[in-house]
T-cell receptor, first 114, second 115 residues
Framework: AQSVSQHNHHVILSEAASLELGCNYS??????LFWYVQYPGQHLQLLLKYFSGDPLVKGIKGFEAEFIKSKFSFNLRKPSVQWSDTAEYFC????????????FGKGTHLIIQP | DTGVSQDPRHKITKRGQNVTFRCDPI?????LYWYRQTLGQGPEFLTYFQNEAQLEKSRLLSDRFSAERPKGSFSTLEIQRTEQGDSAMYLCASSFPSLYYNEQFFGPGTRLTVL
């Protein structure tokens, strides 16, 4: 069975700091990878996704993630965070083709201090 | 609003009662998913439909849980004989997958509280 590990459950940063959130998955086959964000009081929204091709993917709001197959990782990055990035971030995986449901990590609660 | 909608947004019930939640997917989406999210955890996949066919239901938490999508449009999730441990957010998502990928769009969820 697939599993997803997010290493940082709570992260506190100051505005303009750089961000990197770790995500590792356990599945040896072809995977589709996602980062979702949940802003306070809002529903889950897709930040970015990887299906194939360039392992460096860019998403909305200046976020990017790098798929490193040899490390089973898909870390999320942003060079300079803003107060409005305060949210819960979830990494998720599904098998290539993605017919089945997503397997999510436990999430990282990110707080940006002004 | 053309996104995924869920009804009700909040449900409070007493232990032992049955509850039913509804999900309306994005109109052209043929796949519909149900997830459960408890406090401090990521969403947990329960079941999914392609059109009206339920293609995966082994992940439903117990035989008290059932889901339907009778006409391939909206779906309902029913929990019978609710228990306090069923208190959670129940999320619905929909997608229209291509050959290569499947991007799921989530609704706002139904928060269930079992007293």
């Amino acid at each position: 069975a697939q599993s997803v590990s997010q290493h940082n459950h709570h992260v506190i940063l100051s505005e303009a700091a750089s961000l990197e959130l770790g995500c590792n998955y356990s599945y040896g086959g072809t995977v589709n990878l996602f980062w979702y964000v949940q802003y306070p009081g809002q529903h889950l929204q897709l930040l970015l996704k990887y299906f194939s091709g360039d392992p460096l993917v860019k998403g909305i709001k200046g976020f990017e993630a790098e798929f490193i197959k040899s490390k089973f990782s898909f870390n999320l990055r942003k060079p300079s965070v803003q107060w409005s990035d305060t949210a819960e971030y979830f990494c998720a995986v599904t098998e290539g083709g993605g017919a089945d449901g997503l397997t999510f990590g436990k999430g990282t609660h990110l707080i940006i201090q002004p | 609003d053309t996104g995924v909608s869920q009804d009700p947004r909040h449900k409070i019930t007493k232990r032992g009662q049955n509850v039913t939640f509804r999900c309306d997917p994005i109109s052209e989406h043929n796949r519909l998913y149900w997830y459960r999210q408890t406090l401090g955890q990521g969403p947990e996949f329960l079941t999914y439909f392609q059109n009206e066919a339920q293609l995966e239901k082994s992940r439903l938490l117990s035989d008290r849980f059932s889901a339907e999508r009778p006409k391939g449009s909206f779906s309902t999730l029913e929990i019978q004989r609710t228990e306090q441990g069923d208190s959670a957010m129940y999320l619905c998502a929909s997608s229209f997958p291509s050959l290569y990928y499947n991007e799921q769009f989530f609704g706002p969820g139904t928060r269930l509280t079992v007293l």
